[in-house]
């Protein structure tokens, strides 16, 4: 067993191994995830100026990483695992660091006041306690309701938007997708590719970012995006027999890196090149990447450690760096900072969202998930034993 696997056993105590490459992966995609954002600023709302420029792949990137494992770890118990059991796994795992993302998002929200958020300066202490409850139950809010100016069905966190779809998955995954064989799977799977490719060439600002808002466009988007990574994720695990190869996790982060951080292309005369690009790398990219981390073997020690560390930060550093990040774009804006100074700034949340993250990992979220789990998995673990 690696310490990745003790640490989740210590959790859920019927759980299967993990792919250590893979959560390794997921890190790395959530460190670029922190870059794409904090270097947004500076692109003045022009895509084609984002810098780290495909970073919001990594949110389709990890649906697929989530497909896959879903399918991993849970295709083959339901014989034995009831919906009941298998939600209170999924809120157990995900719902706690969602309402430390939450609360970090409150406390910051009146710091971030700037022209940049123009809702902020009007909201009362009250409004944003009432978005605040609600974000803790991860249920979205319209845009009647946003106290930023941006539309997002959670003003306080946006990055909880992607949390919303996984949940969705999961129902899907839990309800329907888990009956269907293989060739439907791929028939899904292909109408799916179909769709996120007319997404991304059609798209009025060449990309396939968005997913984020509880309006008709915003939606579309959200589910196009969710659909054709998580059946490939599931189909990829169930198709593709799991070894053991060798060390694949320096290539496939590489790989991931410079697909992430891809300079735009196209430019502003071919808009369809760019879309083209971000459906093309979901569809055919993100599953080489997928399987080789999942058929690689860690080798030595110190990879195993930094590997293991990149796992256990990957979610903490997803959901509780943007309330920072908000903070650093209202300084920008108030200020009018130039990006040779801003630059540095923006760099040196590095460290502070690491240790912020490693803080409610250790100091938090484990501890929270084992009590969760000895209270209210136990039984189910019981009843499992007594029916083998």
């Not at 640490?7 to 859920?12: D, E, I, L």
């Not at 888990?178 to 769709?195: F, N, T, Y």
């Not at 502003?268 to 981390?293: C, M, Q």
């Amino acid at each position: 067993m690696t310490m990745s696997d003790l640490k989740t056993a210590s959790v859920f105590a019927d759980s299967k191994q993990h792919f250590l490459i893979l959560d390794a992966l997921r890190g790395v995609a959530a460190l670029m995830v922190v870059l794409f954002h904090v270097f947004e600023i500076y692109s003045d709302g022009d895509h084609v100026k984002q810098f780290i420029n495909h970073g919001y792949l990594a949110v389709d990137f990890f649906f697929m990483l989530s497909g896959y494992v879903m399918a991993h770890a849970y295709d083959d118990r339901w014989d034995t695992m009831s919906l009941k059991a298998f939600f209170k796994r999924r809120l157990i795992r995900l719902h706690p660091m969602i309402i430390a993302g939450m609360v970090i998002g409150a406390l910051c929200f009146f710091f971030q006041e700037s022209p940049m958020f123009p809702n902020i300066a009007n909201t009362s202490l009250g409004q944003m306690l009432l978005i605040f409850v609600i974000g803790c139950t991860l249920v979205p809010v319209p845009p009647s309701m946003d106290i930023r100016g941006w539309t997002e069905m959670h003003p306080l966190n946006g990055p909880a938007w992607s949390l919303f779809f996984e949940y969705i998955a999961n129902i899907l995954h839990a309800l329907i997708l888990r009956h269907l064989s293989k060739l439907v799977l791929a028939v899904l799977l292909g109408i799916a590719a179909v769709a996120l490719i007319h997404l991304g060439v059609t798209s009025p600002k060449g990309d396939i970012i968005g997913g984020w808002s509880i309006d008709a466009t915003q939606l579309h988007i959200g589910f196009t995006r969710l659909l054709f990574p998580y059946l490939a994720g599931m189909l990829l695990r169930r198709a593709v027999k799991v070894g053991t190869g060798k060390n694949t996790f320096v290539g496939t982060a590489l790989l991931l890196i410079a697909a992430l951080g891809m300079p735009r292309i196209g430019g502003y005369e071919h808009l369809w090149a760019n879309g083209l690009y971000d459906s093309l790398t979901v569809i055919l990219l993100f599953p080489i990447i997928i399987y080789f981390g999942a058929t690689g073997k860690v080798v030595g020690n110190a990879s195993e450690k930094i590997c293991t560390f990149l796992g256990d930060i990957s979610y903490p550093i997803y959901i509780i760096h943007y309330p920072i990040v908000y903070i650093f774009y209202a300084w920008v804006t108030n200020n009018q900072v130039p990006i040779e100074e801003g630059i540095w700034v923006g760099m040196s949340l590095f460290p502070l969202i690491l240790l912020l993250s490693y803080a409610a990992l250790k100091g938090y979220d484990e501890r929270v998930r084992k009590w969760l789990a000895k209270k209210f998995l136990t039984s189910d673990l019981k009843s499992k034993t007594a029916k083998n």
